[in-house]
């Protein structure tokens, strides 16, 4: 229990930085993933299309949207 005390700060900052990978490179994407797919189909609803165009227009849509955040080159 005595160590735990001393090194209470790099546990503390080990957990920060942990925390904050598990943001940038897990949670961060997954919700700017589902935005973009959900962006994608909200503008392809009033545009009239076969399925496939339609398709492939969400598929467009949704590659320059994560473009545009940066998660894909």
């Known amino acids: 229990m005595e160590k735990v005390k001393q090194y209470k700060f790099v546990i503390l900052i080990a ?3 942990l ?3 598990f943001y940038w490179f897990e949670w961060r994407p997954g919700k700017i ?3 973009c797919l ?3 189909e909200f503008a392809a609803v009033p545009l009239e299309f076969t399925d496939n165009k339609r398709f492939e227009f ?3 849509y949704y590659l320059q949207c994560v473009r545009r955040f940066g998660l894909e080159k």
């Open 33 to 35: 993933r589902a935005r």
């Open 15 to 17: 957990i920060i930085i």
């Open 19 to 21: 925390g904050f990978a």
């Open 58 to 60: 969400i598929v467009n």
């Open 38 to 40: 959900t962006e994608g």
